[in-house]
């Protein structure tokens, strides 16, 4: 078993920063695919980002959002710049214990999740 807690949201402008952080317990492994995924009201649970021994960012938060990983501290985070109205959602860290890099932005590739956090981005 693996516990992740998000951590980092908030209510922000459009332009502005944030960091949001994933702390993990319980069986947890360097090896393991960490992954950010977002959920917009009404709309489908969609990846933003993965870290594994590389990294992988879906089109619409590449070069604004950056992921990575501390496994001696068994934290990952997002650090999300240029922040859009349309970031608007909550977001959730997840763990995947078998993956490749074909599966690695499936949602159903991931075997834990977190609760999630919520950020608002306001225009």
């Known amino acids: 078993q693996v516990q992740l807690v998000e951590s980092g949201g908030g209510l922000v402008q459009a332009g502005d920063s944030l960091r949001l952080s994933c702390a993990s317990s319980?069986?947890?492994?360097?090896?393991?695919?960490m992954g950010w995924f977002r959920q917009a009201p009404g709309k489908e649970r969609e990846f933003v980002a993965a870290?594994?021994?590389?990294?992988y960012y879906a089109d619409s938060v590449k070069g604004r959002f950056t992921i990575s990983r501390d496994n001696a501290k068994n934290t990952v985070y997002l650090q999300m710049n240029s922040l859009k109205p349309e970031d608007t959602a909550v977001y959730y860290c997840?763990?995947?214990?078998?993956?490749?890099?074909?599966?690695?932005?499936?949602?159903?590739?991931?075997?834990?999740w977190g609760r999630g956090t919520q950020v608002t981005v306001s225009s």
């Open positions: 319980g069986r947890t492994s360097s090896t393991y695919a």
């Open positions: 997840a763990c995947a214990i078998n993956w490749d890099m074909r599966t690695v932005r499936f949602r159903s590739r991931y075997d834990y």
């Open positions: 870290s594994t021994s590389s990294t």
